[in-house]
């Protein structure tokens, strides 16, 4: 049984930080791309950051590089998300999600519940 299960996410103020986990279980966690997406009030879905199997090598949204650093720690199957230089446009609610690679396609196969992050003053 595949679980992602979100955590650390909470207000903070524009400028501060924030780190977020995301707690696999079920699955070999080290043999799958990993990422972090996010929807903001009144908005749809935006990828946020990619970490590769394996080594976990990162790629990030223009919105968030140079801010946000994701990792991941295969030994206790967990994926990280920090976040520096929170601004206002970060708020939103912030999941965790495998990648499904299939010979002619890819996509999320599975989705933490997520966890809200606010960013105010």
């Known amino acids: 049984q595949v679980q992602l299960v979100e955590s650390g996410g909470g207000l903070v103020q524009p400028g501060g930080s924030l780190r977020l986990s995301c707690a696999a279980s079920?699955?070999?966690?080290?043999?799958?791309?990993m990422y972090w997406v996010r929807q903001a009030p009144g908005k749809g879905l935006e990828w946020v950051a990619a970490i590769s199997a394996t080594d976990g090598r990162t790629y990030y949204a223009d919105s968030v590089k140079g801010r946000f650093t994701g990792s991941r720690d295969n030994a206790k199957n967990i994926l990280y998300l920090q976040m520096n230089s929170l601004k206002l446009e970060d708020t939103a609610q912030y999941y965790c999600?495998?990648?499904?690679?299939?010979?002619?396609?890819?996509?999320?196969?599975?989705w933490g519940q997520g966890t809200q992050v606010t960013v105010s003053a």
């Open positions: 079920g699955f070999d966690f080290i043999n799958y791309w």
């Open positions: 999600a495998r990648e499904h690679i299939t010979q002619y396609r890819s996509w999320y196969d599975y």
